[in-house]
T-cell receptor, first 108, second 115 residues
């Protein structure tokens, strides 16, 4: 079954509100990547985190990688219409450097 | 964006017919991937390639085969299409850089409908 789950599946917010999506893996990940897919488009890479507990920021976006390297989160502050899309997390399961396992996605 | 194209972009076919989707990249990336995207499932890996003539199965490989005769081309074949293979198919590629985990660059997708 799906090894990387994301919640929520959908999130509707008013412009200016914050948004958070959570990514949970049943197994330890070597890294976590985040992608954004605009409606009708293709996934585009946003960022990669590798270290346990790592936090990275890109303007209004904050990405975290859990201490146990089994979960991650993406937080968007003061959402804008340009943030609309589906956000996917993806990770390399330990020992599988060639393959990414994608999460189920959260549509904002 | 990396130069990745997919053809065709849209296809409607009938159950039982063979279908081949093509992915072409101009970045000289070693790794190439085929995913399918369905509501509620995100992106699921069908097959991937780690070099010319080197391929391996992903999590949903049944009913699909692939070939890679040149670095730039990766073909996905549905030997006998079924309605359950109606989906949006994405190709992706990534460069090889030792032990680094590299991001994947995606093509525009192919919407396949099997009637």
């Amino acid at each position: 079954g799906q090894q990387v789950m994301q919640i929520p599946q959908y999130q509707h917010v008013q412009e200016g509100e914050d948004f958070t999506t959570y990514c949970n893996s049943s197994t330890t990940l070597s890294n976590i990547q985040w992608y954004k897919q605009r409606p009708g488009g293709h996934p585009v890479f946003l960022i990669q985190l590798v270290k346990s507990g790592e936090v990275k920021k890109q303007k209004r976006l904050t990405f975290q990688f859990g201490e146990a390297k089994k979960n991650s989160s993406l937080h968007i502050t003061a959402t804008q219409t340009t943030d609309v899309g589906t956000y996917f997390c993806a990770g390399h399961l330990t020992g599988t450097a060639s393959k990414l396992t994608f999460g189920t996605g959260t549509r904002l | 964006d990396a130069g990745i194209t997919q053809s065709p972009r849209h296809k409607v076919t009938e159950t039982g017919t063979p279908v081949t989707l093509r992915c072409h990249q101009t970045e000289n990336h070693r790794y190439m991937y085929w995913y399918r995207q369905d509501p509620g499932h995100g992106l699921r890996l069908i097959h991937y390639s780690y070099g010319v003539k080197d391929t391996d199965k992903g999590e949903v490989s049944d009913g699909y085969s692939v070939s890679r005769s040149k670095t730039e081309d990766f073909l996905l074949t549905l030997e006998s299409a079924t309605s359950s293979q109606t989906s949006v198919y994405f190709c992706a590629s990534s460069p090889f850089a030792g032990s680094s985990y590299n991001e994947q660059f995606f093509g525009p997708g192919t919407r396949l409908t099997v009637l």
